[in-house]
Structure formats: structure tokens, C-alpha cells
């Protein structure tokens, strides 16, 4: 059974910080990983998708990198602002089912 | 592209009453949705998976008979709590999967708050 996790559950820093989220998995035959972001009370926004042949994926300040065979993803952040203040989730596509797995999430708060 | 549509967004409802939930793609089509819940400060779990014209798939541990899933047409899924009861009140959100899911990945709906009193 695919096992998410993140790490750190909370993180607090102040706005101009470069900052690394981290996401791990239990197994590696995966299709590909999506990172999401989500406000409070709010459904789910698509950061990115990292395909499993990918390494890497970039947007705007956001960069996601994909170590498959040693189950290991980031999300860096880079100039962190109060607008980027939210739950980070990461999420595997594995299985038979092309199900999403979760991670429980980092909650990041971007000081001003 | 790839906008699903999730109404209620917040629903309170009296014990012992029915809550129904739309799960709506709005420009393709999805022959599967998703279902998940999301109790506060924890990941979303998933609570079954379902298919354009045939029966839902549920994940162990949810009452099928509780939680009702009707996937009728393409881009059109809907959830309905039966004979809620407080412990029902939760955070519901859907996902849809479109062809080139493996490309774009999922789309989530904006969620729906239920609240039983």
C-alpha cells in the first residue's frame, strides 16, 4: 500500500526566504507526482506534475524535483511571499487505479 | 481548461436528513471522479472512485449505503449523505479524471463544507 508523508508539518519563515518542502514515498512504481496547494476552507490548486520519466519541473517561483528510485520529491519555493501562505500537498498517481495518494501536508506561513 | 464544478460549497442540514453533492466537469468529459473527505488539519482520504454508467467503487471502511454515488452521464457525479448525523459533518471534495490526466494531472473541485446539526 502507497504511503505518503511530508515533512515538515508546519513551517513559519519570513517573506523573502528561499524554502524546501519535502515529500516522500513508500513505493516507487509510480506514474507521476502532483503537488497541490490549498487555501483554508478552499478545494485543491495543481502546482505541478512531475511525470515519472521527469527529474524536474519548473513554474514561475516554484521548482519540484523527482527522485523515483529513492521514493523522494521537493517543492522549492524561491522569494517566499504572505500570498504563498497555505497547505502544501504532494500526491502520487500509483496503482492499478491510477489513484491519488496524499501526503498529510505542509503548512506554511509566510511572515511579512 | 479541465474546470470541475462542486455545489454546495457549504450546507448545514438538520440529524437524520439527506445531503446531496454535484461533482460537475465543465469542458470534458470524466469518465471517472473521485470522492474524498477531509477531516480538519489531515490529509484528504479517498472515499471511492466512481464510473460513468456503472457502480462505485468504495474504499474499505465507508458505508456504501450511507454515502450514495451516482455517476450518470460523463460530466455529472453526485454524492449523497444519507441519514446524516453529526459525525458526517466533514470537509467533501471531488476530483475528476480527464483522457490526459497522465499529462495535466487531476482536477479538484472547490470542496463542499456540510455541517449537520
Known amino acids: 500500500k502507497q504511503e505518503v508523508t511530508q515533512i515538515p508539518a508546519a513551517l513559519s519563515v519570513p517573506e523573502g526566504e528561499n524554502l524546501v518542502l519535502n515529500c516522500s514515498f513508500t513505493?516507487?512504481?509510480?506514474?507521476?507526482l502532483q503537488w497541490f496547494r490549498q487555501d483554508p476552507g478552499k478545494g485543491l490548486t495543481s502546482l505541478l506534475l512531475?511525470?515519472?520519466?521527469?527529474r524536474e519541473q519548473t513554474s514561475g517561483r516554484l521548482n519540484a524535483s523527482l527522485d523515483k528510485s529513492s521514493g523522494r520529491s521537493t517543492l522549492y519555493i524561491a522569494a517566499s511571499q504572505p500570498g504563498d501562505s497555505a497547505t502544501y500537498l504532494c500526491?502520487?498517481?500509483?496503482?492499478?487505479?491510477?489513484?491519488?495518494?496524499f501526503g498529510s501536508g505542509t503548512q506554511l506561513t509566510v511572515l511579512p | 481548461g479541465a474546470v470541475v464544478s462542486q455545489h454546495p460549497s457549504r450546507v448545514i442540514c438538520k440529524s437524520g436528513t439527506s445531503v446531496k453533492i454535484e461533482c460537475r466537469s465543465l469542458?470534458?468529459?470524466?469518465?471517472?471522479m473521485f470522492w474524498y473527505r477531509q477531516f480538519p488539519k489531515q490529509s484528504l482520504m479517498l472515499m471511492a472512485t466512481?464510473?460513468?454508467?456503472?457502480?462505485?467503487?468504495?474504499e474499505q471502511g465507508v458505508e456504501k449505503d450511507k454515502f450514495l454515488i451516482n455517476h450518470a452521464s460523463l460530466t455529472l457525479s453526485t454524492l449523497t449523505v444519507t441519514s446524516a448525523h453529526p459525525e458526517d459533518s466533514s470537509f467533501y471534495i471531488c476530483?475528476?479524471?480527464?483522457?490526459?490526466?497522465?499529462?495535466?494531472?487531476?482536477?479538484f473541485g472547490s470542496g463542499t463544507r456540510l455541517t449537520v446539526v
Open positions: 476530483s475528476a479524471n480527464r483522457a490526459l490526466y497522465m499529462v495535466h494531472g487531476y482536477t
Open positions: 513505493d516507487s512504481a509510480i506514474y507521476n
Open positions: 512531475i511525470q515519472s520519466s521527469q
Open positions: 500526491a502520487v498517481i500509483s496503482g492499478s487505479a491510477r489513484q491519488l495518494t
Open positions: 469542458d470534458f468529459q470524466a469518465t471517472t
Open positions: 466512481s464510473n460513468e454508467g456503472s457502480k462505485a467503487t468504495y
